[in-house]
């Protein structure tokens, strides 16, 4: 009989103790939210030609490491160049035409002056040469349009970046304003952790966290809150097109009632561990400690 209640005592202590133990744990999961639905996401600038003919030259190849100003391809400038000199000359015709309408209004205003002819004629003087200055304007401005598609005529990278997805050769017809490459932008890397709307109130602007990417769980980083999503999209029918714009979020299995996840961008302090790529897979668990007000300034990411 003793040792019936003893094992029952025992067994009791230990239900308890695993009951207090997930307890324990599901009120630190809620206090101290962690997720390993994150991933990495940078911004991605698409590079188009702002005018169209084939490529000559291309100066970069495939997930190549460019910074601010480096050539990435040039557009056959032949045409360009043709269509500068006509701009040019017609600049040098603008000028003698202004020139001789201003010296044909001078004539005419001393002869107006004078009594000598009628006021037609000198207003018609007036009239050319506004005219001619008119013309002179628009072929200036040719003149300059003509020089910036010659500029154009060069592709450089606008950012510090990675160049992704990059297949184009010599002799390629590119058109005007058709995104051709990507870039991205080795400044703008954050993490991106979905939370259920029941973890946000532990979340704060400026909460840490401690991060680890899937393959490098011995390289743990750390990062700060930036910024919590105010809206997901809504797949129920009654949206608008501007939902579109907001992300779309799958919702995970949770009992009945499914909580909605919302993004949280964690911006990483100082340099990873690794590089970071768009895409990896992330385990995010905030921490208790708030970094200071001032944010501090961020390292440059790592290169590949």
């Known amino acids: 009989m003793k040792a019936r209640i003893f094992n029952f005592l025992i067994t009791l202590v230990v239900v308890c103790l695993a009951g207090w133990a997930a307890w324990s744990l599901y009120q630190r999961y809620i206090q101290n939210p962690w997720t390993r639905d994150s991933q990495v996401r940078a911004n991605i600038v698409g590079i188009a030609p702002r005018i169209s003919g084939p490529i000559i030259q291309v100066a970069v190849h495939d997930n190549q490491v ?103 050769s010599v002799g390629t017809y590119v058109d005007a304003g058709k995104q051709l490459m990507a870039v991205v932008d080795s400044s703008s890397f954050w993490i991106a952790a979905y939370f259920k709307e029941t973890q946000l109130p532990h979340i704060e602007v400026g909460q840490k966290a401690n991060m680890t990417l899937m393959g490098y769980g011995n390289q743990p980083f750390q990062g700060v809150v930036r910024s919590i999503g105010w809206g997901v999209y809504v797949a129920d029918g009654s949206g608008s097109d501007s939902t579109n714009l907001l992300p779309e979020i799958s919702q995970t299995v949770d009992w009945v009632r499914l909580p909605q996840r919302f993004a949280v961008r964690i911006e990483p302090l100082g340099t990873p561990p690794v590089p970071l790529r768009i895409g990896q897979t992330v385990s995010v668990a905030m921490t208790p400690e708030v970094a200071p007000t001032e944010a501090p300034k961020r390292s440059s990411v790592a290169q590949p």
């Open 66 to 168: 460019v910074k601010t100003g480096d050539l990435l391809f040039e557009i056959d400038p032949a045409d360009f160049e043709a269509t500068l000199n006509v701009a040019s000359g017609q600049v040098l015709n603008a000028e003698a035409n202004l020139k001789e309408q201003q010296q044909n209004l001078t004539r005419q205003t001393d002869l107006y002056n004078r009594h000598v002819v009628a006021q037609q004629d000198f207003q018609n003087a007036q009239d050319n040469f506004a005219a001619a200055q008119a013309q002179l304007i628009s072929a200036k401005a040719n003149l300059e349009t003509a020089r910036l598609n010659l500029s154009y005529t060069k592709v450089f990278a606008p950012v510090n970046g990675y160049i992704t997805n990059f297949n184009t």
